[in-house]
């Protein structure tokens, strides 16, 4: 019986699609290969752990392969996949690549739902972009003292790059910001300019858990803390109080948007 090959790789696109070349560098067969983020919680008998360090020219070379092999669609699902917050997403995407590799028409990889990891790539995709199109929605801007536009998010993917397009297109005079807090990052766009994003990097002697930018110390401007009163005033009194139901406004607007929209802070 063959031995099995677990891969571990960092959590990132990149950090997947060179785990992807080693695995065909290393000439290992898919059947008894796993491709896994991180370090693993359990360790199995008669596996074989080998740590991959991401080189982004091996990342690169399996983009362009995909591009030219598998066309648009496939390559844009698994670039949307490896955004999900799902452990088992590197995993799905190395079974998929093994498996467009080996078919015969590898530009209709992504209609084959009958295969396991191929079905895999097709839902996380799809819940990553679910994710982003809700937050387009509930996204909220916030004017700080200095004129910039700022918004707090929680996403449970990782889902900032998708945001800043549609916003960059729809604000492209202002100075933007949005911030997600669960991975630090940060998309910043200048006025008149392109969109890009920063990972914030944690300074040594910071307590871990605690987030690098704190809400409780950012300053509104005049008119935005004036406005944010008005609106939550407005959302108050046109309520009607007989009426309420929170199950369904939750299942409207789920608690994890609600901490992050002005509506649902409380009146001052």
Not at 132 to 146: D, G, P, Q, S, V
Not at 233 to 240: D, E, N, S, T
């Amino acid at each position: 019986m063959d031995q099995e090959i677990c891969l571990l790789c960092e959590d990132s696109l990149e950090g997947i699609l060179t785990g992807v070349y080693e695995a065909y560098r290393l000439k290992c067969i898919p059947e008894h290969t796993r491709l896994q983020i991180g370090e693993p919680g359990n360790y199995r008998l008669f596996t074989e752990y080998v740590n991959i360090e991401t080189e982004n020219e091996k990342a690169g070379k399996v983009i362009r392969t995909l591009q030219e092999r598998f066309g648009v669609e496939a390559w844009i699902a698994i670039y949307r996949a490896a955004s999900s917050y799902d452990q088992k997403k590197a995993d799905a995407i190395y079974h998929t690549i093994a498996k467009g590799l080996k078919c015969s028409r590898p530009s209709q990889l992504m209609g084959n739902l009958t295969d396991d990891a191929v079905r895999t790539v097709f839902e996380l995709s799809r819940n990553v972009m679910n994710e982003a199109h809700h937050w387009k929605e509930f996204l909220r801007f916030e004017e700080l003292e200095n004129g910039i536009l700022f918004a707090q998010i929680g996403p449970v993917n990782d889902i900032v790059a998708y945001l800043a397009p549609h916003f960059a297109d729809r604000l492209p005079l202002e100075n933007f910001m949005i911030y997600d807090e669960k991975r630090e990052s940060l998309v910043l766009h200048p006025a008149g300019k392109d969109w890009y994003v920063r990972r914030l990097v944690k300074e040594d002697g910071e307590a871990k858990g605690n987030s690098l930018i704190d809400r409780q110390r950012i300053v509104y401007s005049e008119n935005e803390a004036k406005y944010q009163e008005l609106f939550r005033y407005f959302c108050h009194r046109i309520a009607i109080k007989e009426r309420k139901n929170v199950r369904l406004q939750q299942g409207m607007c789920p608690l994890r948007f609600q901490s992050y929209m002005t509506e649902f802070k409380q009146l001052g």
